[in-house]
C-alpha cells in the first residue's frame, strides 16, 4: 500500500508538535502507560516540536476511572499521529490554573508548544474513538472542511474544479468510529484530496442519498471537470466507512479509468488485481473501434470502484477469442480461467461483475484471510512514521566519513555508496567525503562538481551517478544497480520470464521498460558492442542479452531479424522488436534511450533536452493544469495512426512549470486563452504556428491543420531568431579554484585521461601525510561528465578517456 504524504503548506500545524492537556481529579496507580508528572515538570518539557496530552489529576477522587480508561486506550494512537499523553498529578505545594477549581477538571486543553489551541469538555471525549476523533479534527481544520448546507458543497466543488477530487463523507456524529476513520483517511490524503464532512440529513438527501441510516463517503471526480457548469461525477463507497475500506476504496479511485491492451486476457495484470478487483474486457475491432470504446468508457464509470474495464484490441490479438464473445471476465483470484460471455447489454454487463463480486466477498470472509489488511495496518504505521520524522535531521554518526587514508580501503573492501559534497550542501548518504577538505582525493576520482554521487561495488569500476539528486530517482539508480548488467539469458524459459517481468519483478516498479539483445553466437563484436552498452545504462533501464543456439525460435516468435532488440513495456504489456541496423554502442545507446521516451510527455525543464536533441518540431499543448483527456486521446490516434511521426507530441503543464508562461509571451501579445496548440520548428527556420482557437483539436482537424502547414497555406505567427542557447553563466571548476589559493607551491599533474581503476591503484602507492597534502595545490583534472542525450557526440574520444561512462 502506497501512502500519499507529500503535505501542502497549508498543512502547517503539523509542522510543530502539538500539546493536548487533559484535566481529570482522581489517581489511577493501575494506568502505567500514562506517564506521571508533577505540575512542574510537565510544563518544563513542553518545547516547540514536542506533543504531548496530559491529564491533570487530584490525588483521593474516583469520579474518572471511566475516562482514565478510555485515555490510557487512546494513549498508542495518538502517539501514532505524533502525540504524547502523559498524566500530571496536582500537589499543595505546586500551584497551577490547571489545578484550580473543580470544573477546570472537567475539560480538556490542545496545546501547541505551550500555546493553548482548543478546550474540549471531558464529556465529548466518551471513549478512544472519541478522542482520537476530536484532536485529528482540531488538527485538520484546512484539511477538512466541516459544511452544513448543499450551498457550502457547491462552492466547494466549483472552487475545486479542474483542480482537485473531494472526499466527501456523511457521519451521524462527531466522535462516533466512522468519523474516526475519516479523519484518520483525511491525515494520509489530506494533502492530496479536499475532504469534507457534514452530520446533517437533509444535506445528504440533497445530494439523492436515499438510505440515510448509515454512514456515507463519495468521491467526487472534479479533477477532470474543465467546464464550470458541468457536475463532478460522484463514486458511491459501498462498503462500511472504516479506516482500511475508506483506504482501499481511495486506491481504486486512483486505478486508470480504461486500460487498451492487445494482448491474452489470461495474462493481463493491472493495478485493479493487485487491489482485489476482477477485469471486464470489451473486445473491440478496428471496424468499431470508436463506438466500442465509448461503451467501454460508459462501462468503466458504471463499474468504477467494483472492477478495472479494458478494451482489447481483437484485430492485434495473437491468441484465438470466439467469435461470438464481446466480453471477457477475468477474476481477481489467481489461477481462475477467463470467461467469455455474450452480454450485448450494459446492465448486463454491470450485474454479472456485481454478482461475481458478492460471491468473491462472502469467500474471502469465510476464508478469514486476515493478511492483507494487517500488511496495510503495518503499510500506513510505517508511512506516517516517515511524514512525522520529514524534518528530523539525518544523524552524521551513521555516516562514515572518509579521508584520503580511509578512501580505498572502504570503498575496495565492500560495497558502497559515496556522496562528494562541499560544505553547503546538507544532503548526506551513507558515506561522504568532504572535496574541500580533501580535494586531492575527490581529483583523483574525476570528481569536479559537487554534489557528486558515485557507487563502488568490490571488483568494479564505479558508476556515476548523473540523474537528479531526487530521492526517488536516486533509489532507482541504487536498486537497479544490484545486479550487473547486462544479465546473461541462458534459457528460452529464462527469456520469456525476463520479458514478462518475472525473472525481476522487484526492479520493475523502479524500470517499466526491459530491453533484451537477441544475437547468434557468432556475433562476437555485435554482443561486446550490446554489453558495453547495457554497462553504459545500468542503474537506468533493465538490460539483458540472449545469444544461445535457439535463439532463432525466440527471434520468429517475436519477428525479429537478429541482431534485435526486445522491448518488454510492463506497465502496457507489450513487446516490440527492432532491428539493430548498427551494433555499435553509441547507436544501441541512442535507440534505447529513444525508447524510453514517452508517446505524449508532458515537458518539463528536467526532461525537455531528452526531447530537444531528437531535432523535431514540437506539437505542443499549452495548458494551464491537466491536459484534457479528449485532446490527449485525438493526438494519441494520430500518434497510433503514424501522422504525427515527423513531430514531437507533448504538453506542458503551466501549473507545474510556469516558465512555460514566458515561452507563450515569446509566441503572442497579448496571451491568448488556454488551451493552445502550437507547432514550434526550433531547429530548422524558428517557425512557430498556432492551431486555430476556433476549432475543436479533434483528430479530423489536427489532420487538415498539418497538411495545411505542409503545404505552405498557413502563415507563422513568429520566428525566433537563430541564436545558440547558452548557459547565462560559465562552469566553475571549484577544485581548481581551491587549488589556486595555495598556488605558489609546486604543482602536481595528473595525466589527462585515466582509467579510475588506474587513478585509485596508484592512490594506493601515493600514500602521504595528511597535512602535507593539504599544503599541497592540485591542478584540478578536467573531465568533462557527458550529458546521456549527447555523450556519442564525440564518442571516439569519450572512449578512450573515460572508460567509467
Known amino acids: 500500500m502506497q501512502l500519499e504524504l507529500i503535505m501542502s503548506s497549508g498543512f502547517s500545524v503539523f509542522r510543530v508538535a502539538i500539546s493536548f492537556v487533559i484535566m481529570c481529579i482522581s489517581y489511577m496507580p493501575t494506568i502505567d502507560s500514562l506517564p506521571e508528572l508533577s505540575p512542574q515538570k510537565y510544563f518544563s518539557t513542553l518545547q516547540p516540536g514536542k506533543a504531548s496530552l496530559a491529564y491533570f489529576c487530584q490525588a483521593d477522587s474516583p469520579r474518572t476511572s471511566v475516562f482514565l480508561e478510555e485515555l490510557n486506550e487512546a494513549v498508542r494512537p495518538l502517539q501514532d499521529y505524533g502525540i504524547s499523553v502523559a498524566k500530571v498529578n496536582c500537589v499543595k505545594e505546586e500551584t497551577s490554573r490547571y489545578c484550580g477549581k473543580e470544573k477546570d477538571f472537567m475539560k480538556a486543553y490542545l496545546f501547541k508548544g505551550n500555546i493553548l489551541l482548543r478546550e474540549f469538555p471531558t464529556d465529548t471525549l466518551f471513549d478512544v474513538n472519541a478522542i482520537v476523533a476530536h484532536v485529528l479534527f482540531a488538527l485538520l481544520f484546512n484539511e477538512v472542511k466541516y459544511i452544513t448546507n448543499l450551498e457550502d458543497l457547491q462552492n466547494i466543488e466549483n472552487a475545486l474544479k479542474g483542480k482537485a477530487n473531494i472526499v466527501f463523507s456523511y457521519v451521524k456524529a462527531i466522535g462516533i468510529p466512522e468519523h474516526r476513520a475519516v479523519m484518520e483517511a483525511a491525515f494520509v490524503y489530506g494533502t492530496t484530496y479536499q475532504f469534507v464532512l457534514t452530520t446533517e440529513i437533509a444535506l445528504l438527501e440533497s445530494i439523492g442519498s436515499e438510505d440515510v441510516e448509515y454512514a456515507h463517503l463519495y468521491f467526487f ?135 461475481n463480486m458478492h460471491i468473491e466477498e462472502i469467500q474471502e470472509d469465510e476464508d478469514d484471510d486476515v493478511e492483507g489488511p494487517d500488511i496495510d495496518t503495518q503499510d500506513d504505521e510505517v508511512a506516517e512514521s516517515v511524514y512525522r520524522d520529514r524534518k528530523r535531521k539525518l544523524p552524521l554518526e551513521l555516516t562514515v566519513e572518509l579521508t584520503e587514508e580511509s578512501f580505498n580501503a572502504t570503498v575496495m573492501a565492500s560495497d558502497n555508496i559515496v556522496l562528494f559534497y562541499v560544505d553547503c550542501t546538507s544532503t548526506m548518504l551513507l558515506t561522504r567525503i568532504n572535496c574541500a577538505d580533501w580535494s586531492d582525493v575527490c581529483t583523483k576520482q574525476n570528481v569536479t562538481e559537487f554534489p557528486f554521487v558515485k557507487m563502488y561495488k568490490k571488483g568494479k569500476n564505479p558508476v556515476s551517478y548523473t540523474g537528479m539528486l531526487g530521492t526517488e530517482d536516486l533509489l532507482k539508480f541504487i536498486q537497479l544497480n544490484r545486479i550487473s548488467y547486462p544479465v546473461n539469458i541462458t534459457s528460452i524459459q529464462e527469456a520469456e520470464e525476463y520479458l514478462s517481468g518475472e525473472l525481476y519483478k522487484d526492479l520493475i516498479s523502479y524500470s517499466s521498460i526491459s530491453i533484451l539483445g537477441l544475437f547468434s553466437p557468432t556475433m562476437t563484436t555485435a554482443k561486446e558492442d550490446f554489453s558495453e552498452a547495457g554497462n553504459y545504462l545500468k542503474g537506468y533501464v533493465i538490460t539483458g542479452i540472449y545469444s544461445e543456439e535457439d535463439v532463432l525460435l525466440l527471434s520468429n516468435k517475436y519477428a525479429a531479424t537478429l541482431p534485435a532488440l526486445l522491448l518488454a513495456r510492463h506497465t502496457e504489456g507489450k513487446i516490440e522488436s527492432i532491428p539493430l541496423a548498427s551494433t555499435h554502442a553509441q547507436d544501441v545507446v541512442q535507440i534505447i534511450t529513444d525508447a524510453l521516451l514517452e508517446t505524449f510527455p508532458e515537458i518539463t525543464v528536467e526532461n525537455l533536452p531528452s526531447y530537444f536533441r531528437l531535432q523535431k518540431p514540437l506539437l505542443m499543448l499549452f495548458s494551464d493544469g491537466s491536459v484534457n483527456p479528449q485532446y490527449k486521446n485525438s493526438i494519441l490516434i494520430l500518434v497510433k495512426q503514424k501522422y504525427l511521426d515527423s513531430f514531437i507530441p507533448c504538453w506542458l503543464n503551466l501549473k507545474n512549470t510556469p516558465v512555460g508562461r514566458g515561452i507563450l509571451q515569446a509566441y503572442f501579445d497579448p496571451l491568448p486563452p488556454l488551451p493552445l496548440l502550437v507547432l514550434v520548428n526550433l531547429h530548422s527556420g524558428g517557425q512557430v504556428f498556432v492551431f486555430p482557437s476556433d476549432q475543436a483539436i479533434t483528430e479530423e482537424n489536427l489532420v487538415l491543420w498539418l497538411k495545411k502547414l505542409e503545404a505552405g497555406l498557413e502563415n507563422p505567427i513568429t520566428i525566433l531568431p537563430a541564436q545558440e542557447w547558452k548557459p547565462p553563466l560559465p562552469a566553475y571548476d571549484f577544485l581548481s579554484m581551491m587549488d589556486a589559493a595555495t598556488s605558489q607551491h609546486a604543482t602536481k599533474k595528473l595525466p589527462k585521461c585515466m582509467k579510475e581503476t588506474d587513478v585509485q591503484e596508484n592512490d594506493k602507492e601515493q600514500h602521504e601525510d595528511k597535512s602535507a597534502v593539504r599544503k599541497e595545490p592540485i591542478e584540478t583534472l578536467r573531465i568533462k561528465h557527458w550529458n546521456r542525450s549527447n555523450w556519442f557526440k564525440e564518442a571516439e574520444k569519450s572512449f578512450k578517456c573515460d572508460k567509467e561512462l
Not at 486476457?265 to 487491489?275: D, G, M
Not at 461470438?324 to 481462475?336: I, S, T
Request: charged content about 20%; proline content about 4%; overall charge neutral.
Open 221 to 355: 471526480h472534479c479533477k477532470l471537470v474543465l467546464d464550470l457548469t458541468q457536475q463532478c461525477r460522484r463514486t458511491l463507497m459501498e462498503q462500511p466507512l472504516t479506516t482500511l475500506n475508506i483506504h482501499l476504496f481511495i486506491k481504486r479511485m486512483k486505478a486508470p479509468l480504461l486500460t487498451e491492451v492487445a494482448e491474452d486476457p489470461q495474462q493481463v495484470s493491472t493495478v485493479h488485481l493487485q487491489l482485489g478487483l476482477p477485469l471486464v474486457f470489451i473486445v473491440s475491432q478496428q471496424a468499431t473501434y470508436e463506438a466500442d470504446r465509448r461503451t467501454a468508457e460508459w462501462v468503466a464509470w458504471r463499474l468504477l470502484g467494483k472492477a478495472g474495464v479494458l478494451l482489447l484490441l481483437r484485430d492485434s490479438l495473437e491468441v484465438n477469442i470466439p467469435q461470438h464473445a464481446n466480453v471477457v471476465f477475468k477474476r481477481a483470484e489467481k489461477g481462475v480461467p477467463v470467461e467469455f460471455l455474450v452480454l450485448h447489454d450494459v446492465d448486463l454487463i454491470i450485474s454479472h461483475v456485481e454478482n
